[in-house]
């Protein structure tokens, strides 16, 4: 914070609060900034943006304004306090000046800086490590050195936290799809089973459309269609459904196999081939079956 901005506080503020950022960029870099030569405080010393507040600001806001001031960086995003900085108890600075340290985040690594010459004079995007090297373990730069190594240890548990995060979706995800992948292999073997079915059920209704009608009522042909009941409702619960077709409905190549085609003559053949969707059901010769949205078998049928 330059001069200018030093006046703005009154002189019965108790306490000067400073706010200051470690502003880390997609590739993990740190921004360091170099105070000019001729800074009356710490010429040629490495420091973090911020400043201090004016009088009716936020901490954001005085946070972002200083950012923009020293740096011309406008699109930032504000992350969490990382450090509180202030001097020991009984120094004579104590309730003079306070500091709160947050860590900050920027998109690009080459976001165009723009310098206020007055107070820094250059800049370096640093890898973390690198830029805890650069700083002096005491006075003003061991404070700056202080809050990177608070930054280290926050994207560390930030990292880890993520990574955590990161695992718990991939074996909630794991699990999705290992029941995903029993129920298939499930259905794939109710769709077997049912499969080699689907034989017997056929013979058992070719079997009952040839009972006489004066027989329907008779106690073995109860018995049989008992049976013939149950082996259908265990297909049911398997899964199983009936595609419903009649006489008379629309023939759908999704859903039906034909496998014969009568015509009353050429002259019906003829219009029924230039008209679409004419195709009608004369017959059901043989159910179909799906399961879910799966067809294990077409409809075999008549068409007109």
Request: glycine share 6%.
């Amino acid at each position: 914070m330059d001069e200018k901005n030093k006046n703005n506080f009154p002189s019965q503020w108790p306490m000067r609060l400073t706010v200051k950022t470690v502003i880390v960029n997609k590739e993990g870099k740190i921004l360091l900034l170099k105070r000019a030569i001729n800074d009356k405080t710490n010429p040629g010393a490495y420091d973090l943006p911020g400043g201090g507040l004016e009088k009716g600001e936020t901490i954001e806001l005085a946070l972002k304004r200083e950012i923009e001031e020293e740096t011309g960086i406008k699109n930032i995003s504000i992350g969490d306090v990382i450090k509180i900085s202030e001097y020991p108890k009984g120094h004579k600075d104590l309730d003079h000046l306070k500091g709160i340290r947050f860590i900050a985040y920027v998109g690009e690594e080459n976001e165009s800086i723009k310098l206020s010459g007055a107070e820094h004079s250059d800049f370096e995007w640093l890898p973390l490590e690198e830029a805890i090297k650069k700083l002096k373990k005491d006075g003003f730069e061991g404070e700056k050195r202080n809050t990177l190594i608070k930054a280290r240890e926050y994207l560390e548990f930030k990292n880890g936290l993520d990574n955590w995060k990161r695992c718990l979706a991939d074996f909630d995800n794991y699990k999705k799809r290992q029941q995903k992948t029993r129920m298939n292999d499930l259905r794939y073997a109710a769709e077997n089973i049912i499969t080699q079915i689907l034989p017997v059920l056929d013979n058992f209704n070719s079997s009952l459309e040839h009972i006489p009608a004066n027989h329907k009522d008779n106690a073995w042909v109860i018995g049989i269609m008992h049976i013939k009941k149950q082996l259908e409702n265990i297909l049911t619960d398997n899964g199983m459904e009936e595609i419903k077709l009649k006489a008379g409905d629309d023939f759908d190549p999704n859903t039906c196999e034909a496998i014969e085609e009568s015509v009353s003559d050429q002259k019906n053949k003829k219009e029924e081939k230039e008209k679409e969707n004419q195709n009608k059901i004369a017959r059901v010769v043989l159910k179909g079956y799906r399961i879910g949205e799966k067809i294990i078998r077409p409809a075999r049928v008549i068409v007109k």
